[in-house]
């Protein structure tokens, strides 16, 4: 049974940093992709990061600077390390990943107050 678990969101100030986490299980994790994707309250939901196998980085230009992907395949676990935040970053992040079909977590919220 595939498994996307997020964890390490909560409410900041603005300027602030966070720390998120996404563990897998039920995947060959270190052969796949991650992305981090958020929505914002009335918005679509919104790529954020994307993190291939072979470790490389690409971001929203949103992020870009700001927001750092990571993965331990190790651990089965992808990190996003969210500095600076800004008010307009509130929203739910979800982890995702392509398995047979698209595979989400549950999210995590994440608030940053002005």
């Known amino acids: 049974q595939v498994q996307l678990v997020e964890s390490g969101g909560g409410l900041v100030h603005s300027g602030g940093s966070l720390r998120l986490s996404c563990a897998a299980s039920g995947i060959i994790f270190s052969i796949n992709a991650m992305r981090w994707y958020r929505q914002a309250p009335g918005k679509e939901r919104e790529w954020v990061a994307t993190?291939?196998?072979?470790?490389?980085?690409d971001y929203a230009n949103s992020v870009k600077g700001r927001f750092t992907i990571s993965r331990d395949n190790g651990k089965n676990t992808v990190y996003l390390q969210m500095n600076s935040l800004e008010p307009e970053d509130t929203a739910v992040y979800y982890c995702h990943t392509y398995y047979e079909f698209n595979r989400w977590g549950q999210g995590t919220q994440v608030t940053v107050s002005s």
């Open positions: 993190i291939t196998s072979g470790g490389s980085a």
